[in-house]
């Protein structure tokens, strides 16, 4: 004699089994990006107002007028 196969594969209690974890299963974290190893980074700094009003005064670029100071001053001029 043939055994019925029935509709539903699965008993109620393996479909909310299913249910559930997919419901409180944690989802893959994102990997993080890579950081350049040589990059710039933002920072906030206090700088004297005279000091800031002098690299100012050329206009656009004092940042980067401070940045090759400041790496003179370091000892690390390429």
Known sequence: ?????????????????????AVTAKPEAAPKPATPPAGKEMVSLRLDRDVLEHFQEDGPGWQERINAALRAAAGLEA
Not at 1 to 21: C, G, L, N, Q, Y
């Open 1 to 21: 004699m043939k055994t019925p196969t029935t509709r539903r594969p699965t008993s109620a209690i393996d479909r909310a089994e299913a249910v559930f974890k």
